[in-house]
């Protein structure tokens, strides 16, 4: 994986502006751990303050420091988005592989667990669990529900590439050497779907931040946890832009649109390594 990366910094600039871009947000993260003010608390500053040498991104009508709140929600919302792409990226591996190598039954029985969980209508169901679930609705039980329903389409991506494998002649001899299925999938298979994997994990990212953004700002979730959506939603509480306090929304805004798009040029690139003809062609065969 590390020499995969190295290429891609040497051959691919919108992998090296993403790269950078996601080293931006790192760097948040790393300053939201010196944070002099708790994540929750509030009227501990002047409300309403612009930007200034004091408070870089002004104050918020809460009394907070927008920097470090933005911070600190900012540390939240990819923790969440990680938290859920890596749960997805299991079960996905999981189900595509074996899919894919298995086949007969075992295929025919998990692609239509697959195609039923694809075609669930998920933010409806997201509000549904909400308002079932409101009183135990935790960060850990969205992360759950949210991964459950986020790995259906890159399933069947992985699948589609272990059938192919499962006729390469390397197959072959690890069958004849006496390799049980996990063997086989874990140390023959795996490897050649772990750029798929990082591809669509960077996609799953973005949709999982979405829809904390999305289920956030119209007040889904636990609105005491400061992130991205949060930030947005009690801006907007205290209707922000109509009062001219322009940077509540500004800061969360732009550092989405940063994150987003870092996430993008990571994933398009790693779609681009992953086609050997675009590969070719960018080093100039």
Not at 34 to 47: K, M, N, Q, V, W
Not at 53 to 60: A, C, D, F, H
Not at 172 to 198: A, N
Not at 208 to 231: A, K, N
């Amino acid at each position: 994986m590390f020499t995969i990366v190295r290429d891609l910094a040497r051959q691919n600039m919108e992998f090296l502006c993403g790269l950078l871009l996601f080293a931006v947000i790192v760097g948040l993260i790393v300053v939201s751990y010196f944070s002099p003010y708790g994540a929750t608390d509030i009227y501990l500053l002047p409300p309403d303050m612009p930007p200034d040498g004091e408070y870089w991104l002004g104050t918020t009508s809460r009394g907070q420091d927008v920097f470090w709140q933005l911070t600190t929600a900012l540390r939240n919302t990819l923790f969440f988005g990680i938290g859920v792409a890596f749960i997805s990226r299991i079960i996905s591996l999981v189900v595509g592989l074996v899919a894919g190598y298995a086949g007969g039954a075992v295929d025919r029985v998990l692609m239509a667990i697959n195609d039923s969980v694809m075609v669930i209508p998920q933010f409806p169901l997201l509000i549904l669990f909400y308002f079932v679930l409101k009183d135990s609705m935790t960060w850990t039980a969205l992360i759950v529900i949210m991964a459950s329903l986020g790995w259906s389409y890159d399933a069947r991506l992985i699948r589609s590439v272990a059938i192919s494998l499962k006729t390469r002649s390397f197959t072959t001899q690890s069958v004849y050497s006496g390799m049980s299925m996990r063997k086989i999938l874990v140390e023959e298979h795996l490897p050649y779907v772990l750029p798929i994997v990082f591809a669509t994990t960077m996609n799953n990212m973005i949709w999982s931040i979405g829809m904390e953004i999305t289920l956030s700002v119209l007040g889904f979730t636990d609105i005491e946890t400061p992130t991205m959506g949060m930030m947005i939603y009690w801006a907007n509480a205290h209707s922000a832009l109509i009062s001219g306090i322009w940077w509540w929304v500004a800061a969360p805004v732009a550092v989405i649109v940063v994150l987003f798009l870092a996430l993008f040029l990571l994933s398009m690139s790693m779609n681009e390594y992953n086609d050997p003809r675009s590969r070719l062609n960018r080093m100039g065969s």
